[in-house]
């Protein structure tokens, strides 16, 4: 026991572990972490399009002055970038989670794992099949 009374081999200048400094943007030295920060990030302005889509049906309920008044208001500037910038990430989003979802769900066919880029493929063949139908609705097929 030492003399202070503390435990066995206790001394009270233990060295320093060393502990190299890290940046803050250490992600943005590297493709792959950024690309997971700004996915990350592109949640916000899928909330933000979701919230809009809220907001426009709650203007469609309550008549055709207050549609007309958020009307007014997306043909906004600010609004406008503020669209484009979402849509830049929605887009961003979809498309890396598009190519993560392999990694994320193993699909078995007769007991054989089925390849990465098939998984993907019919991911972006889904998109397209249901774009079609939303433009097709739009432009007044339905």
């Known amino acids: 026991m030492s003399s202070s009374g503390g435990a066995p081999g206790y001394t009270p200048y233990h060295p320093r572990w060393f502990r190299p400094r890290v940046s803050t943007y250490w992600w943005l030295h590297q493709?792959?972490?950024l690309k997971f920060v700004?996915?990350?990030?592109?949640?916000?302005?899928?909330?933000?399009?979701?919230?809009?889509?809220?907001?426009?049906?709650?203007?469609?309920?309550?008549?055709?002055?207050?549609?007309?008044?958020?009307?007014?208001?997306?043909?906004?500037?600010?609004?406008?970038?503020?669209n484009l910038i979402a849509l830049f990430f929605v887009v961003f989003h979809t498309?890396?989670?598009?190519h993560l979802a392999p990694r994320a769900m193993v699909v078995r066919l007769a007991g054989k794992r089925v390849p990465e880029f098939l998984i993907v493929a019919v991911n972006y063949a889904a998109?397209?099949?249901?774009?079609?139908?939303?433009?097709?609705?739009?432009?007044?097929g339905g």
């Not at 399009?49 to 958020?70: C, D, E, I, K, N």
Request: hydrophobic letters at 60%.
């Open 31 to 33: 493709w792959a972490y």
């Open 38 to 82: 700004l996915r990350e990030l592109s949640s916000v302005f899928v909330a933000f399009f979701v919230v809009t889509t809220l907001l426009q049906l709650r203007a469609l309920s309550r008549g055709p002055q207050a549609y007309a008044h958020f009307l007014d208001w997306m043909k906004n500037p600010f609004v406008i970038a503020l």
């Open 95 to 98: 498309t890396t989670w598009f």
């Open 127 to 140: 998109w397209l099949v249901v774009s079609g139908v939303v433009v097709w609705f739009v432009l007044g």
